[in-house]
């Protein structure tokens, strides 16, 4: 569209006090002959959002830059529809952090408004990308607890709902308990599970299509529009979902794998699965013999918290254990209970739970188990290290040992592939790379795998920090013990939250719109293949797995997988991908509208790329506690560090910027990153540019990586401060006046 441009800026909030209004605009009028150039003491007011609209209707003003405050607040008020909107941030990152009308302060503001002018000349209104034939319906995978939830919940909300699961009947783990721990007060009673009364209501259900003794053959396509075929008793079923509720649960972990704890090799220990069907069949007797039990012990975390078996906690075994200790003193009061623990994890009103078993009798010692032997009439007898007597000790004979075992994830059972891209020659990148594990659950037809990304336990992954329940595959959301080891109560609301996760996604993917974290983003990647090499990085870096490839290795695009992070953008190094408002040529043009002094004038210029995510609002929390904050630097906020591109370096540098400090989320296992894996990439392309400072005859100390979160932001100052004291070692950017 042909633009007609406005700058508005603001002069309340300290911004009139501190800078040379004038001066700014005439930076817009002057610099950039923009047309509409406007100032106000309260532009979020309604007079101010008055004069904007005014212009809009009556001028034709259809790009308007608004300097004021940070683009993290009053985006609701300064939302027109059908107008280009660019925020340049003078109140938090300028007049807040920066002397008042000091000569620096006033360049850096000029410069900023100078970069928002650019941006707004070049980017165009997003376009959502409309799908055909979206679905409304959920597809729930698992009829455990978690699964049978989710599938009414969904139901409850209005959305048609498909539950697989691989049985011949619903229920799952849950539907082998003969008693839960108490939910309702005095929390110390055991109670039924109302598990039979939930089945019947989702078999009854006419939203729910239930299918049993089932297995997901192929999931093909993207939220929305995710195919599905289901293999059912030697036939084929195909149902369109538009998105997808992971619900697998776990399984406990082999005992067989505990040697010195003698599962397998004496027959009188058993696991905490094994006592549960005795409890709820019968009674407890010893599998010897057959004979009722006078004596048990309980081994806890059996293989968890172990570096040689599940270093977690699996959540549920303590309480788990305690309520198998009433089962034991039900049915015998007389029976001698002893626990061995590591920390007993009871948390809330489990305490109370454990303060009854206390009065029951159990006897408790904490400390490790480190054998266990066979005397006779099969009886055992445990050795352990009884931390709080500062002594080994040795039971007397016990007729059964219970091993509270942990949980391990089904997605986590299978074989490990990893996906790698490949150089043009052919040789393997060493690119950060997913690990996903062939687990027959989801069978996915992603380029990127057949399963989704797993945490390095084997958990569904998610984003635990700020995203709960995504997946690295959009539109599939994890919920149970599949994502986390979690109890009962716990397995519940995280059910409904997952479902709640599954239709936001469908509703907002049939706008055309993102999901977290860009949730109202309607822009979505666009290729230029007539210059694509099919060198395959944007499809293997892409966190999300949301580009395929055809038998060429040309990128398939699936833009309701996309998060809109642009990864894609920075991992392509013929640059062919871009967004309508998001572009290397778009952040390019901000970089190059610096001003960068001559070299006598001793004013450095640093110029930070900050993660909208966690970078950026902690430079903003900066300014609002008004910490001092180096003149020197310009701030290009970005969707995510992975949407970095190289060039944008190269350009930076040759323009004469002496210094690049990229400000990130956290990676790792315990990751921030918004977007799972941009900072790592990131760090990963920033480990290969020294080739590129070489050949510009540049030093490498002049660009820097460093990983913050949001609330560094009382640390972020001293970090920018100790950057512009290397850059006063090395010296000027030679490049300063070419």
Same mark, same amino acid.
């Given at each position: 569209?042909?633009?007609?441009?406005?700058?508005?800026?603001?002069?309340?909030?300290?911004?009139?006090?501190?800078?040379?209004?004038?001066?700014?605009?005439?930076?817009?009028?002057?610099?950039?002959?923009?047309?509409?150039?406007?100032?106000?003491?309260?532009?979020?007011?309604?007079?101010?959002?008055?004069?904007?609209?005014?212009?809009?209707?009556?001028?034709?003003?259809?790009?308007?830059?608004?300097?004021?405050?940070?683009?993290?607040?009053?985006?609701?008020?300064?939302?027109?529809?059908?107008?280009?909107?660019?925020?340049?941030?003078?109140?938090?990152?300028?007049?807040?952090?920066?002397?008042?009308?000091?000569?620096?302060?006033?360049?850096?503001?000029?410069?900023?408004?100078?970069? /928002?002018?650019?941006?707004?000349?070049?980017?165009?209104?997003?376009?959502?990308?409309?799908?055909?034939?979206?679905?409304?319906?959920?597809?729930?995978?698992?009829?455990?607890?978690?699964?049978?939830?989710? $599938?009414?919940?969904?139901?409850?909300?209005?959305?048609?709902?498909?539950?697989?699961?691989?049985?011949?009947?619903?229920? *799952?783990?849950?539907?082998?308990?003969?008693? +839960?721990?108490?939910?309702?007060?005095?929390?110390?009673?055991?109670?039924?599970?109302?598990?039979?009364?939930?089945?019947?209501?989702?078999?009854?259900?006419?939203?729910?299509?239930?299918?049993?003794?089932?297995?997901?053959?192929?999931?093909?396509?993207?939220?929305?529009?995710?195919?599905?075929?289901?293999?059912?008793?030697?036939?084929?079923? =195909?149902?369109?979902?538009?998105?997808?509720?992971?619900?697998?649960?776990?399984?406990?972990?082999?005992?067989? @794998?505990?040697?010195?704890?003698?599962?397998?090799?004496?027959?009188?220990?058993?696991?905490?699965?094994?006592?549960?069907?005795?409890?709820?069949?019968?009674?407890?007797?010893?599998?010897?013999?057959?004979?009722?039990?006078?004596?048990?012990? %309980?081994?806890?975390? $059996?293989?968890? @918290?172990?570096?040689?078996?599940?270093?977690?906690?699996?959540?549920?075994?303590?309480?788990?254990?305690?309520?198998?200790?009433?089962?034991?003193?039900?049915?015998?009061?007389?029976?001698?209970?002893?626990? %061995?623990?590591?920390?007993?994890?009871?948390?809330?009103?489990?305490?109370?739970?454990?303060?009854?078993?206390?009065?029951?009798?159990?006897?408790?010692?904490?400390?490790?188990?480190?054998?266990?032997?066979?005397?006779?009439?099969?009886?055992?007898?445990?050795?352990?290290?009884?931390?709080?007597?500062?002594?080994?000790? &040795?039971?007397?004979?016990?007729?059964?040992?219970?091993?509270?075992?942990?949980? +391990?994830?089904?997605?986590?059972?299978?074989?490990?592939?990893?996906? &790698?891209?490949?150089?043009?020659?052919?040789?393997?990148?060493?690119?950060?790379?997913?690990?996903?594990?062939?687990?027959?659950?989801?069978?996915?037809?992603?380029?990127?795998?057949?399963?989704?990304?797993?945490?390095?336990?084997? #958990?569904?992954?998610?984003?635990?920090?700020?995203?709960?329940?995504?997946?690295?595959?959009?539109?599939?959301?994890?919920?149970?013990?599949?994502?986390?080891?979690?109890?009962?109560?716990?397995?519940?609301?995280?059910?409904?939250?997952?479902?709640?996760?599954?239709?936001?996604?469908?509703?907002?993917?049939?706008?055309?719109?993102?999901?977290?974290?860009?949730?109202?983003?309607? =822009?979505?990647?666009?290729?230029?293949?007539? @210059?694509?090499?099919?060198?395959?990085?944007?499809?293997?870096?892409?966190?999300?797995?949301?580009?395929?490839?055809?038998?060429?290795?040309?990128?398939?695009?699936?833009?309701?997988?996309?998060?809109?992070?642009?990864?894609?953008?920075?991992?392509?190094?013929?640059?062919?991908?871009?967004?309508?408002?998001?572009?290397?040529?778009?952040?390019?043009?901000?970089?190059?509208?610096?001003?960068?002094?001559?070299?006598?004038?001793?004013?450095?210029?640093?110029?930070?790329?900050?993660?909208?995510?966690?970078?950026?609002?902690?430079?903003?929390?900066?300014?609002?506690?008004?910490?001092?904050?180096?003149?020197?630097?310009?701030?290009?906020?970005?969707?995510?560090?992975?949407?970095?591109?190289?060039?944008?370096?190269?350009?930076?540098?040759?323009?004469?910027?002496?210094?690049?400090?990229?400000?990130?989320?956290?990676?790792?296992?315990?990751?921030?990153?918004?977007?799972?894996? /941009? =900072?790592?990439?990131?760090?990963?392309?920033?480990?290969?540019?020294?080739?590129?400072?070489?050949?510009?005859?540049?030093?490498?100390?002049?660009?820097?990586?460093?990983?913050?979160?949001?609330?560094?932001?009382?640390?972020?100052?001293?970090?920018?401060?100790? #950057?512009?004291?290397?850059?006063?070692?090395? *010296?000027?950017?030679?490049?300063?006046?070419?």
């Amino acid at each position: 569209m042909e633009k007609k441009m406005g700058i508005y800026v603001c002069t309340g909030c300290d911004i009139g006090e501190s800078l040379d209004i004038d001066a700014l605009l005439k930076v817009a009028s002057g610099e950039y002959k923009v047309p509409v150039c406007k100032s106000h003491p309260f532009l979020c007011g309604a007079e101010g959002v008055e004069l904007i609209k005014n212009d809009i209707a009556g001028e034709g003003v259809n790009a308007i830059v608004i300097a004021a405050c940070s683009q993290r607040v009053n985006y609701d008020v300064f939302n027109f529809e059908n107008v280009i909107v660019e925020r340049v941030n003078l109140r938090e990152q300028v007049v807040w952090c920066h002397p008042a009308n000091d000569e620096d302060t006033q360049m850096l503001a000029e410069d900023s408004l100078r970069m /928002g002018i650019v941006k707004a000349q070049q980017v165009s209104l997003p376009e959502p990308f409309q799908a055909e034939n979206l679905s409304k319906t959920v597809l729930v995978v698992g009829g455990g607890l978690a699964g049978i939830t989710a $599938a009414l919940e969904a139901a409850r909300a209005g959305y048609k709902t498909v539950l697989v699961e691989k049985e011949a009947s619903l229920g *799952g783990w849950a539907a082998g308990l003969k008693k +839960v721990v108490g939910l309702r007060p005095p929390y110390t009673e055991l109670e039924d599970l109302d598990l039979a009364e939930k089945i019947k209501e989702v078999e009854g259900n006419p939203q729910i299509t239930v299918y049993k003794s089932a297995q997901i053959e192929k999931i093909a396509g993207a939220p929305g529009m995710f195919d599905v075929q289901i293999r059912q008793n030697g036939s084929t079923a =195909s149902e369109r979902v538009g998105a997808i509720v992971l619900a697998t649960g776990a399984v406990a972990y082999d005992a067989g @794998r505990l040697d010195s704890l003698g599962f397998g090799k004496y027959t009188n220990v058993v696991t905490g699965e094994m006592l549960e069907k005795m409890a709820a069949n019968g009674g407890i007797k010893r599998p010897s013999d057959g004979k009722p039990v006078e004596s048990v012990a %309980f081994i806890l975390c $059996a293989g968890s @918290r172990d570096k040689s078996h599940l270093p977690y906690c699996s959540a549920i075994c303590c309480t788990e254990s305690l309520k198998q200790a009433l089962y034991v003193k039900e049915q015998n009061p007389k029976a001698q209970v002893y626990i %061995f623990y590591k920390d007993l994890r009871a948390p809330g009103t489990y305490e109370l739970l454990y303060q009854r078993v206390q009065k029951e009798g159990a006897i408790f010692f904490r400390g490790e188990v480190y054998g266990i032997g066979e005397v006779a009439d099969n009886q055992l007898v445990i050795a352990a290290e009884d931390v709080l007597a500062g002594e080994g000790i &040795k039971t007397e004979p016990i007729d059964l040992v219970v091993l509270a075992t942990g949980m +391990v994830p089904t997605t986590a059972i299978g074989e490990k592939l990893v996906i &790698k891209a490949e150089d043009e020659k052919g040789a393997q990148e060493e690119a950060p790379a997913d690990e996903i594990i062939r687990s027959n659950i989801l069978n996915l037809e992603y380029r990127q795998g057949p399963e989704v990304p797993t945490l390095k336990y084997g #958990f569904a992954d998610s984003h635990f920090i700020c995203f709960p329940y995504e997946t690295r595959r959009t539109g599939i959301y994890a919920a149970g013990s599949v994502r986390s080891p979690m109890d009962i109560p716990t397995t519940i609301k995280d059910a409904a939250g997952a479902v709640l996760k599954a239709i936001q996604c469908i509703e907002l993917t049939a706008q055309g719109s993102a999901v977290h974290p860009r949730v109202w983003d309607l =822009s979505f990647p666009e290729f230029f293949m007539q @210059r694509c090499t099919q060198c395959k990085r944007c499809t293997v870096e892409c966190p999300f797995g949301a580009i395929n490839e055809d038998e060429k290795f040309n990128p398939l695009p699936n833009p309701t997988r996309c998060r809109r992070c642009g990864v894609c953008m920075g991992a392509c190094p013929e640059r062919i991908i871009s967004f309508k408002n998001y572009s290397v040529p778009i952040i390019g043009s901000m970089l190059k509208a610096i001003e960068v002094p001559e070299e006598d004038e001793e004013k450095p210029r640093i110029l930070i790329f900050a993660c909208e995510n966690d970078a950026y609002p902690a430079l903003d929390m900066a300014g609002i506690n008004r910490l001092p904050i180096s003149p020197w630097v310009r701030i290009i906020p970005v969707r995510c560090l992975g949407s970095m591109n190289l060039v944008w370096i190269a350009d930076a540098l040759s323009k004469g910027i002496d210094g690049i400090l990229l400000l990130g989320c956290k990676h790792g296992d315990d990751y921030q990153c918004h977007f799972i894996k /941009g =900072s790592e990439l990131a760090n990963y392309r920033l480990s290969k540019i020294s080739e590129t400072l070489n050949r510009l005859a540049l030093e490498s100390d002049r660009v820097r990586m460093v990983q913050v979160d949001i609330m560094d932001y009382d640390v972020i100052p001293g970090i920018i401060e100790d #950057f512009v004291k290397r850059l006063e070692e090395v *010296g000027p950017n030679p490049y300063k006046g070419f």
